[in-house]
């Protein structure tokens, strides 16, 4: 490829390079919008050897479909950048577009080694955060026995003995139901303790077991990696009684925007903790934020945290963004074109008087 010179000033600073990010790239790339996308190389899905429910790429390495997508973008398009950077700062700032008349509404953002970036836009595509529960083991099991998605890991697993941990809301009954169709030898809540006392909880149990799935109340002293295959599973020891030997867990930790930081300091808004505490989205068609020019893809504004679903994710916030510069740029032109045709109106008025 041509060498290329960078712009000072981006289109668009993409700050993410998970599934979200690297669509919102390709879209800045079919539409010759500038940009560049910032790789901090932290992934949540860290470990996890396979994705799937993506067409085409069933079962497929994510590392590797991220060096694809990347390879596609840089070998065929001209308008996209790449760098290896975390972004620590983020904020508004007013910068010098080159011809155009006036500063402009952008952002700069800084990078942890303090070097600096404009843009016209920003598209958060930081993704999120597991917190991993404050069990001896767990983080050794996951992502090889502790599975937060059964659609996206089960297949593979069927067969085997399954372990629900924790019961704390109505909504696990549902992993209970996603659970019957791999055909388990067994399937075992472990609600780490007695479970909560509130209605729904207590009728959510008893349509779990209606289902076929049994309790266990035992306090969780430790999980124990048996081997990288659901045939080896993981053990689980208990307070008192003997261990428990499963096939896999499934369990749906808490997740935290994995760039807060940036979330606040751009003053967007997220809706409230109990629903996720994810980016608020004030435009849904195109995925503008609460903060004009800020727009958001992926994991970080969304509830059903999905490749699929964070690739049209990204796809929606690059064509907001650029279609936000198109709009612009219309409304400066359409302003310059009045300001020029007055102009020659008066010019020609003054030349008609002076020939009366």
């Given at each position: 490829m041509v060498l290329r010179v960078r712009p000072q000033i981006f289109d668009i600073l993409i700050i993410g390079s998970g599934p979200a990010?690297?669509?919102?790239?390709l879209t800045c790339a079919r539409t010759r919008s500038t940009a560049i996308v910032f790789d901090n190389q932290q992934y949540r899905n860290e470990g996890v050897t396979h994705m799937h429910t993506v067409a085409s790429r069933d079962h497929f390495n994510p590392r590797e479909f991220g060096r694809i997508a990347r390879e596609q973008v840089e070998s065929r398009y001209d308008t996209i950048w790449f760098q290896a950077a975390t972004i620590t700062h983020a904020k508004k700032k007013q910068v010098s577009v080159p011809d155009e008349k006036g500063l402009y509404d952008g952002f700069e953002v800084t990078d942890s080694d303090g070097h600096s970036y404009e843009g016209k836009k920003i598209i958060l595509a930081t993704g999120s955060r597991d917190v991993f529960p404050e069990i001896q083991g767990y983080k050794e099991n996951w992502p090889a026995h502790v599975y937060q998605?059964?659609?996206?890991d089960g297949y593979e697993q069927?067969?085997?003995?399954?372990?629900?941990?924790?019961?704390?809301?109505?909504?696990?009954?549902?992993?209970?139901?996603?659970?019957?169709?791999l055909e388990p030898t067994s399937i075992t809540i472990f609600s780490n303790g007695p479970i909560k006392q509130e209605e729904p909880?207590?009728?959510?149990?008893?349509?779990?077991?209606?289902?076929?799935?049994?309790?266990?109340?035992?306090?969780?002293?430790r999980l124990v990696n048996n081997g990288p295959s659901h045939t080896d599973g993981v053990t689980i020891h208990f307070e008192t009684g003997e261990p428990v030997t499963l096939g896999f867990i499934v369990h749906k930790p808490?997740?935290?925007?994995?760039?807060?930081?940036?979330?606040?300091?751009?003053?967007?808004?997220?809706?409230?903790p109990a629903m996720g505490g994810h980016i608020k989205i004030a435009n849904a068609m195109?995925?503008?934020?609460?903060?004009?020019?800020?727009?958001?893809?992926?994991?970080?504004m969304l509830m059903m945290k999905q490749v699929a679903i964070a690739m049209?994710?990204?796809?929606?916030?690059?064509?907001?963004?650029?279609?936000?510069?198109a709009q612009?740029?219309?409304?400066?032109?359409?302003?310059?074109?009045?300001?020029r045709e007055g102009t020659v109106e008066g010019e020609k008025d003054k030349a008609e008087v002076a020939s009366y």
């Open positions: 990010g690297l669509n919102a790239a998605c059964l659609a996206c069927r067969g085997s003995a399954v372990g629900i941990l924790g019961f704390d809301s109505p909504m696990y009954t549902h992993f209970v139901q996603m659970a019957i169709p909880v207590q009728e959510a149990m008893k349509l779990a077991k209606a289902f076929g799935a049994t309790l266990d109340e035992r306090k969780i002293v808490a997740t935290v925007n994995r760039a807060q930081h940036l979330i606040e300091q751009l003053g967007v808004d997220t809706v409230e195109f995925n503008e934020t609460s903060v004009t020019g800020v727009f958001a893809a992926g994991d970080t049209a994710e990204g796809l929606k916030a690059a064509a907001g963004a650029g279609m936000q510069i612009e740029k219309a409304k400066s032109l359409s302003k310059t074109f009045e300001e």
